[in-house]
């Protein structure tokens, strides 16, 4: 159900002149990269990102999905305060791949 959802809120943004979805999962991440300990309920991620609740629930069950960020117990969103949340902060199309 999440996936369609998210389906179709990315249709809409390709439409619409708020950006693309990969645009705002990188303002997001770059959020909670920038903030430690930011710690959200999804109504307050919705007003500070000016998104509207589908679109909010798509972004961040993907990125809870992608491992970037948890839930409390309560339901708010977190990132997990690890060396591995900076690993996943980029897509991994935009990671610098080391040498071995």
Do not use: H, N, Y
């Amino acid at each position: 159900m999440r996936m369609l959802a998210f389906a179709a809120t990315e249709t809409r943004f390709a439409r619409g002149s708020m950006g693309s979805i990969e645009d705002l999962l990188i303002r997001i991440r770059g959020e909670f990269l920038e903030m430690p300990g930011l710690c959200l309920t999804q109504q307050q991620a919705c007003r500070l990102w000016q998104m509207d609740e589908l679109t909010c629930d798509g972004v961040l069950g993907a990125l809870v999905e992608a491992g970037f960020l948890t839930r409390t117990p309560a339901g708010a969103f977190v990132a997990p305060s690890t060396s591995l949340r900076s690993a996943k902060a980029l897509p991994a199309s935009r990671r610098v791949k080391r040498s071995a």
